[in-house]
């Protein structure tokens, strides 16, 4: 990193760190992006480490894209819903099941649809980066579903 590139891949840089250690680390790599304007590619198992620092997401599954984009688009597209199952059939066309459960008659889904379904029996709410994750993960077939889109920003290479 002394050299300064434009581009930086780093795989797992946290792993087998302790916790105050990883902080550090972590620290270090956004002051010196603020510093240098170079871009950090970072990839982890532990999302909960990329939800606080990173501005992008590309979730890779099955060998493809599964989904793409910055944070707070990402979050945006996607709802999570709780209520019977009979109502799956019934959500608009707009949208696409990314991934869904079933226990007996309820079901819980994350839906990628630029709004939430209007019909009041579904009990929605903003699902967390790792619900996203697992969502996508769990359900490979979505890469038929979705377009990846990748989004550049003025402050970010």
């Not at 956004?30 to 532990?46: D, K, N």
């Amino acid at each position: 990193m002394a050299k300064c590139p434009d581009l930086i891949v780093l795989d797992e840089p946290l792993a087998d760190l302790d916790p105050l250690r990883r902080h550090e680390v972590m620290a270090d790599l956004m002051a010196l992006t603020a510093e240098t304007g170079m871009t950090v590619v970072l990839s982890s198992h532990v999302v909960a480490e990329l939800e606080e620092t990173c501005d992008h997401l590309v979730v890779l599954g099955e060998g493809r894209v599964q989904v793409a984009g910055e944070l707070d688009d990402v979050r945006s597209r996607h709802h999570a819903l709780s209520g019977p199952a009979d109502l799956i059939a019934a959500l608009p066309s707009a949208g696409t099941v990314v991934h869904a459960s079933r226990r007996g008659d309820h079901a819980s889904l994350l839906w990628r649809a630029a709004r939430p379904p209007s019909d009041p029996r579904w009990a929605v709410r903003t699902p967390a980066l790792s619900d996203i994750v697992l969502a996508y993960l769990r359900a490979p077939e979505a890469t038929s579903l979705t377009r990846p889109t990748l989004i550049r920003t003025e402050d970010s290479r």
